[in-house]
């Protein structure tokens, strides 16, 4: 019988990614305080970068995230974020956050040694959510959609090594959220005049670029979040995520015995309460 002191925690304790207010560094300092600290027994806390979209525009998930596609800037108009050819005002102050958002974890775990989450939007609600130069969502454009995801990889690759540098005892658990794939997966995306549906990739496509995205960042462990009321859970099974992280209220019959499947073959799941 395995001795208890070396078995791994039964709970592990973390937050999804939003945080009310506009102060990083205390919140970075209720984190540590709360996940890296006293808890219960069998219980490990796994601190995590939050996301303050309360300062503005670009503090968003959609805004941060877009910011790390290479060369594939983004600029905020009235519908929405959209590629432009060249950086622009949103731009820089979308980096100055992402600066100070590091320059504070690098302080606030100064010395951690263990679990540190970061998460980034995926490419299926990037696809979904920003605009063509010219055109409607990328989402209607197949190369597009192959350019961004390829993009994104690169740029989350980066990220997870800035903060590896930054904080060098960390285990960096990269989160990419995809609250926008069930809709790109159902055919439920609308075109810009609402009129008609954009196009519904082949599966096969769906898991590629979540795969290139994941298995490209370089971090030690992966998450796949997503929060949509009809998570196609078979779908994200096979993207070689570490876990799914899923709304567990939500599932029916038929995404449990999906759940059942990606855990006989290995994947984790992070229950949402």
Known sequence: MPDPGT?????????????????????????RGELTGAVPEG???????????????????????????????????????R?????????????????????????????????????????WTLAASLWLPLGDRVLSDPGATRDLAASLAEGVAAHVADVRRLVPGAEVVLQVDEPSVAAVVLGRVRSESGYRVLRTPEE???VTALRAVLEGSGADRTVLHTCASEPPVDVLARTGASALALDVSRLDRGRWEDVAAALEAGTALWAGV
Do not use: I, N
């Open 204 to 206: 096969g496509e769906v």
């Open 43 to 81: 219980v490990a806390g796994m601190p995590y970068l939050p996301e303050l979209p309360a300062r503005g525009p670009g503090a968003d998930l959609l805004g941060r995230s877009a910011h790390l596609l290479v060369d594939l800037p983004v600029d905020l108009q009235p519908q929405g974020w």
């Open 7 to 31: 078995l791994p925690p039964a709970v592990v304790a973390t937050g999804l990614g939003s945080w009310p207010g506009a102060d990083v560094r205390e919140v970075l300092r209720v984190v």
């Open 83 to 123: 590629l432009v050819d060249r950086p622009g005002r949103d731009h820089e102050r979308t980096a100055s956050w992402w600066r100070q958002d590091l320059d504070e974890l690098a302080e606030a775990l100064d010395g951690w040694a263990g679990p540190l989450k970061v998460q980034v939007g995926g490419p």
